[in-house]
């Protein structure tokens, strides 16, 4: 009887997520599409597409063309390498000063412990927008503004206070007697830290690099309020794409460019997949 209601809700709840799935891809799916339209595809025209208006009948790579060596790669190129650089840098020193500061907090006891985990959420919830405009007027005025760093540092204050929190709960999975043993053995507790709790940590420390690589890599508003031209990363540099006129909308162009963008966190999700679900049940789990 038990298995026959288990069976019956894995039926129910695979039905269930059809819709959610459908939900979720089909806007990527014509996102896709689009990016392989030209300007006669775009226009509605039925004779120029297939499954209605969804997918072009001569599909054309012009779009990619334009934003890798046409017009429109003074703009995509350099912001899709500012990007890199700037999630890059900042998911690791986020990820690096979590680790520990989480370990500090799972392992050591000290005051102000459980103030430090809840002034890290309050700012996890604090509205970003509320901070452009000090950082804008700061930024300009030590010379910040349109760098690198400039934007590294308000990442690190999107990414950090998450990353805290999540990894804080996979130490805590970690029995404190393996580090014991380690530091009986002779390992100091750097090498204890180093070659015992890190490699225990592994998924925790992955879930959270990826979950700090996307919220970095999606950011839109520190990108747009504290750039120019340097440092601009590609999800602000979308909204200064132009078409072949005044009256031409680059819709392709900024089609191919959120495919472009979208490969890195697609591909991030399957190589480490095994890596993240790993870590978000062993984080889910309370020891």
């Given at each position: 009887m038990g298995a026959n209601n288990?069976?019956?809700t894995n039926i129910f709840l695979g039905i269930?997520?059809?819709p959610i799935m459908l939900w979720t891809v089909i806007p990527l799916l014509w996102i896709f599409a689009l990016s392989f339209k030209d300007a006669d595809s775009q226009s509605n025209n039925l004779d120029a597409n297939i499954l209605g208006n969804f997918f072009p009948k001569s599909p054309t790579m012009a779009n990619y063309e334009d934003i890798f060596v046409g017009s429109g790669s003074a703009i995509f190129v350099p912001a899709l390498i500012n990007s890199l650089i700037v999630v890059a840098v900042s998911t690791l020193i986020s990820v690096v000063l979590a680790m520990f500061c989480a370990y500090a907090i799972?392992?050591?006891d000290f005051p102000g412990k459980k103030l430090i985990l809840a002034t890290a959420l309050?700012?996890?919830?604090f509205p970003v927008i509320s901070l452009v405009t000090p950082l804008y007027d700061l930024w300009s005025r030590i010379g910040l503004f349109d760098t690198h760093i400039g934007l590294i540092l308000p990442y690190l204050s999107l990414t950090l206070p998450l990353s805290i929190w999540t990894m804080t709960a996979f130490?805590?999975?970690i029995p404190w007697e393996m580090e014991q043993a380690a530091q009986?053995?002779?390992a100091t507790s750097w090498q204890a830290f180093r070659k015992v709790i890190v490699p225990l940590a592994t998924p925790g420390v992955f879930t959270t690099g990826i979950i700090t690589f996307f919220t970095a890599w999606n950011d839109f508003v520190f990108a747009i309020s504290l750039t120019a031209e340097n440092a601009r990363t590609v999800p602000a540099a979308l909204a200064f794409f132009t078409g072949a006129s005044q009256f031409e909308q680059p819709t392709g162009a900024i089609a191919a460019?959120?495919?472009?963008v979208t490969i890195p966190v697609v591909l991030l999700v399957m190589i480490f997949q095994q890596r993240i679900v790993?870590?978000?049940t062993s984080g889910a789990v309370k020891g």
């Open positions: 288990s069976r019956g269930l997520a059809i799972s392992r050591l309050t700012v996890s919830f130490f805590r999975q009986v053995d002779g460019a959120a495919v472009v790993a870590g978000l």
